[in-house]
Nanobody
Framework: QVQLAESGGGLVQPGGSLRLSCAASGSLFSFNRMGWYRQAPGKQRELVASMIMDGGSTNYADSAKGRFTISRDIAKNTLYLQMNSLKPEDTAVYYC????????WGQGTQVTVSS
């Protein structure tokens, strides 16, 4: 049974930083790709950043480019999202997703950007 556990969310002021973690119950290489999504109240869930596990190529939403960085620690079976220069519009629940022959989702972690 695949499990994904996100952590690292919280309340941060505009311009601040957070690092989200997604700990997988097994090897990251058991997945084809992994990514971070977010869902703000009243809005659809949207892709923030993704990574292909074989090779590590990455993809970012326009809103994340230049501010967010997706990375991984193979030894720790963990995917990260470093978020810098946070804005109020980044406020959302952030979810980790992993895909092999099906998709798996974590439970989400709340990120609130407010002064």
């Amino acid at each position: 049974q695949v499990q994904l556990a996100e952590s690292g969310g919280g309340l941060v002021q505009p311009g601040g930083s957070l690092r989200l973690s997604c700990a997988a119950s097994g090897s990251l290489f058991s997945f084809n790709r992994m990514g971070w999504y977010r869902q703000a109240p009243g809005k659809q869930r949207e892709l923030v950043a993704s990574m292909i596990m074989d090779g590590g190529s990455t993809n970012y939403a326009d809103s994340a480019k230049g501010r967010f960085t997706i990375s991984r620690d193979i030894a720790k079976n963990t995917l990260y999202l470093q978020m810098n220069s946070l804005k109020p519009e980044d406020t959302a629940v952030y979810y980790c997703k992993a895909v092999n022959y099906r998709a798996y989702w974590g439970q989400g972690t709340q990120v609130t950007v407010s002064s």
